[in-house]
């Protein structure tokens, strides 16, 4: 789902020849997310586009592993990264983060829930019914944080 924002910062990419802030790092993840199991700094490498130096992949993958987002384990003389999360809990970990960041709860919860589309606001209801026909399971939780 793109919205302006992911375009205007793709349009600074273009602009610029760089990537946007970030964006090294969620291509990273997703490249990650689409591998088999866990992957070298060079399988890694040869998975994003554009021609990265080996260097910069590997300094994006410490980062990530010392954020938590990446396990590794020893692979010769250096290592192999995965997730630590799939992609939809990472994705749910962001957006819950981002409402717990807002000052109006109820009205974030209202924007967003306006600007579904009809077939997620259906999923979503669904969902919140107890009645979804999805095969992952929704973890809910009454506990304050």
Same mark, same amino acid.
């Given at each position: 789902m793109a919205g302006r924002g992911d375009e205007e910062a793709q349009e600074a990419h273009e602009a610029?020849?760089?990537r946007a802030r970030g964006a090294l790092e969620s291509d990273v993840l997703a490249a990650l997310w689409a591998a088999d199991g866990p992957q070298t #700094?060079?399988?890694v490498r040869e998975r994003l586009p554009g021609d990265l130096a080996y260097t910069t992949v590997l300094t994006i993958l410490s980062r990530l592993h010392d954020?938590?987002?990446?396990?590794?384990h020893r692979e010769g003389r250096g290592y192999a990264y995965e997730p630590a999360r799939d992609e939809a809990s990472h994705?749910?970990?962001r957006m819950h983060s981002l409402l717990e960041g807002g000052s109006d709860?109820? #009205?974030v919860l209202a924007r967003f829930v306006s600007e579904l589309s009809a077939q997620d606001e259906h999923l979503l209801h669904q969902l919140l019914s107890g009645h979804g026909d999805e095969p992952y399971e929704v973890e809910r939780s009454d506990r304050k944080r």
């Amino acid at each position: 789902m793109a919205g302006r924002g992911d375009e205007e910062a793709q349009e600074a990419h273009e602009a610029s020849g760089r990537r946007a802030r970030g964006a090294l790092e969620s291509d990273v993840l997703a490249a990650l997310w689409a591998a088999d199991g866990p992957q070298t #700094a060079r399988e890694v490498r040869e998975r994003l586009p554009g021609d990265l130096a080996y260097t910069t992949v590997l300094t994006i993958l410490s980062r990530l592993h010392d954020k938590g987002m990446l396990v590794r384990h020893r692979e010769g003389r250096g290592y192999a990264y995965e997730p630590a999360r799939d992609e939809a809990s990472h994705t749910a970990q962001r957006m819950h983060s981002l409402l717990e960041g807002g000052s109006d709860r109820e #009205a974030v919860l209202a924007r967003f829930v306006s600007e579904l589309s009809a077939q997620d606001e259906h999923l979503l209801h669904q969902l919140l019914s107890g009645h979804g026909d999805e095969p992952y399971e929704v973890e809910r939780s009454d506990r304050k944080r």
